[in-house]
Each structure stands twice: as structure tokens, then as C-alpha cells.
């Protein structure tokens, strides 16, 4: 669809990025939000681990519970750090997330574009489980001293 996006940068052991609002203008559009001249270097960041299990109470033999880590800052953007689906027999998730604070920073057609440390949400997520026909479960989570466990009961 057509309009303006969050286009959400991360990689594995690096801190993540966003940059807000790069406009889509029709489908075959292509949007620099770096090249080789000013591209995008994200931050090393540690990692802790945010683990447990999302249980699907009654169980089912076609759904799947998935388990997604969120930062919220700036007052809109919603980055989903990453999203795994729980184990099927177990309910078994593991979730690696980055300690460091997540960066900012807003579409522009002259590059590059500034990306600034969002330090209030470092190592600060909600954590939701959810599955089709079952009632989304969600936690907030500090990982910023050390990894977590986190459960979720998912009903209908």
C-alpha cells in the first residue's frame, strides 16, 4: 500500500534502527536510506535472552503460538525486534534481543539520514504471545542486567 513506513534495520549482535516515515509513493518505488557513500552502520550491542514458554490452553493440532519482542519510543514507532514461533509440543521460545538503545531517525532524500540513540527504551521491551483464535498475552521486560523468563497461557 501506498504511504509512509518505518523501515526497521537489525542484525544479529547489533543495536536496532529505524528510520521513520519513508514514503512509498507507487509500487515499483525505490527509496535510498543509504548508499555506499553514507551507509548505515549499526552499533555492536550485547545481547541477553529473553526465554519461557507460550502455552495454547485447550492445545491445538493447527495453531501455532508466536512470540514477538517490541520496543515502543518517540511516542509511535512500534519496532519488532524479532519474532519467533513456539516450540509445537513444548511451547519452548527463545528470544535474543539487543541490550543497547535502539536508533532513531527520520526520512530524508539527502543522505545520510541522522540516527540517534534512543537511551530511555534501551533493553526495554513488551514481549507478546499470541495465536489465531486465542487471546494475545503481553509483559514488559528489562533486560538490561540479565537474561529473563517470561510465560504466557494463551486461551480463547
Not at 130 to 146: E, F, R, W
Request: aromatic share 6%; charged share 5%.
Amino acid at each position: 500500500a501506498l504511504g509512509n513506513y518505518d523501515v526497521v534495520l537489525a542484525a544479529d549482535n547489533h543495536a536496532t534502527a529505524v528510520i521513520a516515515t519513508v514514503p512509498v509513493m507507487n509500487a515499483t518505488n525505490v527509496v535510498n536510506v543509504s548508499d555506499s557513500i553514507a551507509p548505515i552502520t549499526l552499533p555492536i550491542s550485547a545481547t541477553h535472552i529473553v526465554s519461557g514458554t507460550a502455552i495454547l490452553n485447550p492445545s491445538s493440532s493447527t495453531e501455532v503460538a508466536y512470540v514477538a519482542a517490541r520496543q515502543t519510543f518517540n511516542t509511535a514507532p512500534i519496532v519488532t525486534s524479532n519474532t519467533v514461533a513456539a516450540d509445537d509440543l513444548t511451547g519452548a521460545y527463545v528470544l535474543t534481543l539487543p541490550v543497547a538503545a535502539p536508533l532513531l531517525g527520520t526520512y530524508s532524500a539527502v543522505l545520510p539520514i541522522t540516527l540517534a540513540p534512543q537511551s530511555g527504551v534501551a533493553a526495554k521491551y513488551t514481549v507478546e504471545a499470541s495465536a489465531t483464535g486465542y487471546l494475545s498475552q503481553s509483559a514488559n521486560v528489562d533486560i538490561s542486567a540479565a537474561n529473563t523468563t517470561q510465560d504466557f497461557t494463551l486461551t480463547p
